[in-house]
């Protein structure tokens, strides 16, 4: 782990984060600046500043929990798709984005996009205890939900 890593404290439980999966090697997460309510986040606790640096099984526990999320956030918010992706934008530690898609542009778009010079900005960040409600909501289902394929 790395001492100044954000994803290596939160993993070491130095800063706090509500959690919704937590293993030897895997800790699942709210994004406190969601896209959508729900919206994961799935690290390892072993520092890979990059998703192709990890061991294949490692990704492949990663995937896995990400399925079990999406089939849990599908029956919970009523969406028909959940987006998956391993990114590294913002913190140079491994993880994964698991979001219920409301709309298309949740997560990606095929859709030309004509504007230049577009300007983002980082989602509002939601309120501590809207995070705690939403985490219990998952942890609970992640526990007591059937599932298929495991």
């Known amino acids: 782990m790395s001492d100044n890593c954000l994803f290596c404290r939160i993993a070491r439980h130095e800063i706090p984060a509500h959690v919704v999966h937590e293993d030897d090697r895997l800790l699942a997460f709210l994004d406190i600046h969601p896209v959508r309510a729900g919206?994961?986040?799935?690290?390892?606790?072993?520092?890979?500043?990059?998703y192709e640096d990890m061991p294949a099984?490692?990704?492949?526990?990663?995937?896995?929990?990400?399925?079990?999320?999406?089939?849990?956030?599908?029956?919970?918010?009523?969406?028909?798709?959940?987006?998956?992706?391993?990114?590294?934008?913002?913190?140079?530690?491994?993880h994964a984005h698991v979001i219920p898609?409301?709309?298309?542009?949740?997560?990606?778009s095929t859709q030309y996009i004509e504007q230049q010079d577009l300007t983002f900005k980082m989602p509002p960040q939601s309120p501590p205890e809207a995070?705690?409600?939403?985490?219990?909501?998952?942890?609970?289902?992640?526990?007591?939900g059937p599932e298929r394929g495991e």
Do not use: C
């Open 131 to 144: 995070l705690a409600a939403t985490a219990a909501q998952l942890r609970g289902q992640l526990r007591g």
């Open 39 to 50: 919206h994961t986040l799935i690290i390892p606790k072993q520092h890979y500043p990059y």
């Open 57 to 94: 099984d490692l990704a492949a526990s990663i995937v896995n929990l990400g399925q079990r999320l999406g089939r849990q956030m599908k029956r919970l918010y009523g969406v028909e798709r959940v987006g998956f992706a391993f990114t590294g934008i913002h913190v140079a530690h491994a």
């Open 101 to 108: 898609m409301h709309h298309p542009q949740d997560v990606t």
